[in-house]
T-cell receptor
């Protein structure tokens, strides 16, 4: 069974630029999550989708972050414009039942 | 409010030593779930165990064992006879019954030296 796929694995941008990350969850998994993991910290949930609807986006900085999950499968997370403090690993996870399966993450560096 | 505390930032042991990673949690819920994840250098979080709040029985899986004590709000993880491949960051996490949202601790970096 293929795992959660994410791309790109690494991205370096300058502040005020835009960036987008892509996630393909495990086939059949209805729930998809985006987490932000700042260096030295645990992952923090940004947004949770159930199929193509948003369940929880209470910790998503909506002035600069946006996410969508069209057709309830793949998802994209966008940051526009990026700030220095957005430097982190962005993890995507999906779940069918109770266990969350995580992708390898995208490491974003904002200069 | 829910919170997970992993007070040990980094632990270094020599191979074959036993090591315990501490996890203390806070929640007002009576039904909740506790998790441990391993994050190797590759970055992917690997699920190790899930325990619900009504099951305080300790669990052993090979060299891994978990001690859940509601009286002290702790869910500690012990690796017996550690190996170099155990080197990783380990996260404890908490989830309330009504949500799939995971609250992670700050992690403990384990270094097992040969």
């Amino acid at each position: 069974e293929a795992g959660v796929a994410q791309s790109p694995r690494y991205k370096i941008i300058e502040k005020r630029q835009s960036v987008a990350f892509w996630c393909n969850p495990i086939s059949g998994h209805a729930t998809l999550y985006w987490y932000q993991q700042i260096l030295g910290q645990g992952p923090k949930l940004l947004i949770q989708f159930q199929n193509n609807g948003v369940v929880d986006d209470s910790q998503l900085p909506k002035d600069r972050f946006s996410a969508e999950r069209l057709k309830g499968v793949d998802s994209t997370l966008k940051i526009q414009p990026a700030k220095l403090e957005d430097s982190a690993v962005y993890l995507c996870a999906s779940t069918l039942g109770d266990e969350q399966f995580f992708g390898p993450g995208t490491r974003l560096t904002v200069l | 409010a829910q919170k997970v505390t992993q007070a040990q930032t980094e632990i270094s042991v020599v191979e074959k030593e036993d090591v315990t990673l501490d996890c203390v949690y806070e929640t007002r819920d009576t039904t909740y779930y506790l998790f441990w994840y391993k994050q190797p250098p590759s970055g992917e979080l690997v699920f190790l165990i899930r325990r619900n709040s009504f099951d305080e029985q300790n669990e052993i899986s090979g060299r891994y064992s978990w001690n859940f004590q509601k009286s002290t709000s702790s869910f500690n993880f012990t690796i017996t006879a550690s190996q170099v491949v155990d080197s990783a960051v380990y996260f404890c996490a908490l989830r309330k019954d009504s949500s799939y949202k995971l609250i992670f601790g700050s992690g403990t970096r384990l270094l097992v030296r040969p």
